[in-house]
């Protein structure tokens, strides 16, 4: 097994790459690519199918996000986790992945964006984002606040879901 089929194990599930020759394309002329925007390139040029890509940078945000080595915040205020990546996908990676484990392997169009985050505990999370988390995240992505004013009434029970996770770093409370 290379090191691309190992960092990218779930491609295997949806087609019948033949790592070797994709190996060899791959660092004879896109080295300078993540190995999914060369598939992202292969889906352009009709050469494998666009759910491969994302289940490629789906795999590379689980791994970016577990050997991220951003500080988490200590100082008072509201912040978004340092490790949060943003995937805005056009197809349901995390369900197809999971029918994958049982067998059942089907492609599953759905447009969302998926966060992807590691919480202060160490463990990865993958959360599909509604129009609520994205306006609450909005806030934070331009800096830590120092206060919850930006929380309507409206929004309050998803803000403390998003705290809960981990996504949303309360160093109010907790400090």
């Known amino acids: 097994m290379n090191s ?5 194990p779930s491609l295997a599930l949806f087609s ?4 070797d020759a994709v190996t060899q394309e ?4 896109y080295i300078d690519h993540t190995f999914p925007e060369y598939l992202q390139q292969k889906a352009l040029d009709d050469d494998c199918p666009p759910y491969l890509f994302e289940i490629a940078y789906y795999e590379q945000a689980l791994w970016d996000v577990q050997k991220s080595e951003a500080p988490f915040p200590y100082k008072q205020g509201l912040y978004l986790n340092p490790t949060a990546l943003f995937l805005r996908l056009e197809f349901d990676v995390v369900q197809m992945l999971k029918d994958a484990q049982t067998g059942k392997i089907e492609v599953q169009e759905k447009e969302h964006i998926l966060c992807v985050f590691r919480d202060p505990k160490d463990l990865v999370h993958a959360i599909e984002l509604d129009e609520t988390s994205l306006q609450i995240l909005s806030h934070l992505e ?3 606040q120092p206060d919850y004013d930006f929380i309507t009434p409206a929004q309050q029970r998803r803000f403390d879901y998003l705290v809960s996770l981990g996504l949303v770093l309360d160093m109010i409370r907790d400090n």
């Open 4 to 8: 691309l089929q190992k960092m990218f």
């Open 142 to 144: 331009e800096g830590a």
């Open 16 to 19: 019948d790459l033949d790592w």
């Open 26 to 29: 791959y660092e004879a002329s």
